[in-house]
């Protein structure tokens, strides 16, 4: 049987939605069983739960369990290869964390790139950081210590929970805007550091807000300045680092993402159910009783603060020379 032109023509029109249809119709039977989502942190970190109260929101949701699967270690980086080697089809995610951005350019050995190989699916929280010195510090603002600094070069010893940390790049990113010459102690974890802070035995911290806020209300630490775009609540009268250092900005940030070619559709849903949880004024207080602020955003918005703390943070490792233990 031979077809017209104008047969042809819109045969071709009504077969061209077709695919769309098929993606629609496959991302309205997600999921069909249950998901896991793999955090590289352990049990009742910030980061646990953040994403059990969103595993337990889109559960609610999408009618499938979302079992949390702790696989903590290396940084992050055996759950993130977890999730690399995942199948992409939307049944396995994984917590995505500033340290993720850090780790692509402090480890040259990993098996994956994290820009290339997840894929960002939402925002949960943002936590910000806090400049902190210890009171016996004779600066009460960021430019009265950027002169003491530089008045003793070598002699101020910069505290992190260790090297790589969200809190020693932060505060190399502080000296390489600044040009003061700080010696960096790492500690193996905030707890240790936070003590000889308060000790005296450093002089400056650049710690997460929610931790070092309570010695700063009651006079143990002085805070110099919240290191993000925005005053923070917990600390209002507390200035933004970027009034005295230009272009300065750093925070630890949580979210989800999935393999790569993980389907745009389903990646859709998720970000959908997941930024409707943000907006459910309960878990929006759980977070900010975990010192986090909601980030709300698309795949492609998450996606570019990725890429762009990631871009930061290698721009600081190599000026810095920084190696992971």
């Known amino acids: 049987m031979n077809l017209s032109r104008r047969t042809l023509l819109l045969l071709a029109a009504a077969a061209a939605p077709l695919p769309a249809i098929f993606r629609t119709a496959r991302a309205q039977a997600y999921p069909s069983r249950p998901v896991r989502i793999v955090v590289g942190q352990s049990g009742g970190s910030g ?6 109260l969103l595993g337990q929101w889109l559960s609610n949701r999408l009618g499938q369990p979302f ?3 702790n696989q903590p270690g290396a940084a992050g980086n055996i759950a993130t290869a977890a999730v690399v ?14 340290a993720n951005a850090i780790n692509e350019t402090l480890y040259d050995n990993l098996s994956f790139s994290f820009v290339r190989d997840i894929a960002p699916v939402a925002g949960i929280f943002r936590v910000p950081l806090v400049m902190v010195v210890n009171p016996a510090v004779p600066a009460t603002t960021v430019p009265e210590f950027i002169a003491h600094a530089k008045a003793n070069p070598g002699k101020i010893n910069m505290a992190s929970s260790g090297i790589g940390s969200v809190q020693h790049v932060a505060g190399e990113l502080f000296k390489f805007r600044t040009g003061v010459d700080m010696v960096h102690v790492p500690y ?12 005296g035995q450093v ?6 807000t929610s931790i070092s806020a309570a010695h700063v209300k009651a006079g143990k630490l002085r805070a110099l ?7 923070v609540d917990v600390l209002p009268d507390v200035p933004i680092m970027s009034e005295f250092v230009p272009g300065y900005e750093a925070s630890a940030w949580v979210g989800f993402g999935a393999p790569r070619d993980t389907p745009a559709a389903v990646i859709d849903v998720l970000n959908r159910e997941v930024n409707a949880g943000l ?10 009783r975990l010192g986090g602020t909601v980030i709300a955003m698309s795949p492609a918005e998450f996606g570019k603060l990725i890429a762009a703390d990631a871009a930061k943070w290698a721009q600081v490792i190599h ?3 920084i190696k992971p233990n």
């Open 67 to 69: 079992v949390v699967e």
């Open 203 to 208: 002089q400056v911290m650049f710690d997460v």
């Open 319 to 321: 000026a810095a020379g």
């Open 279 to 288: 907006a459910d004024p309960n878990i929006a207080a759980s977070i900010a």
């Open 85 to 98: 080697r995942a199948p992409a089809d939307g049944y396995t995610l994984g917590t995505v964390i500033s």
């Open 47 to 52: 980061t646990d739960t953040g994403a059990r």
């Open 188 to 199: 193996r974890g905030t707890g240790p550091a936070l003590t000889d802070l308060l000790g």
């Open 225 to 231: 300045a919240v290191t993000t775009a925005a005053r």
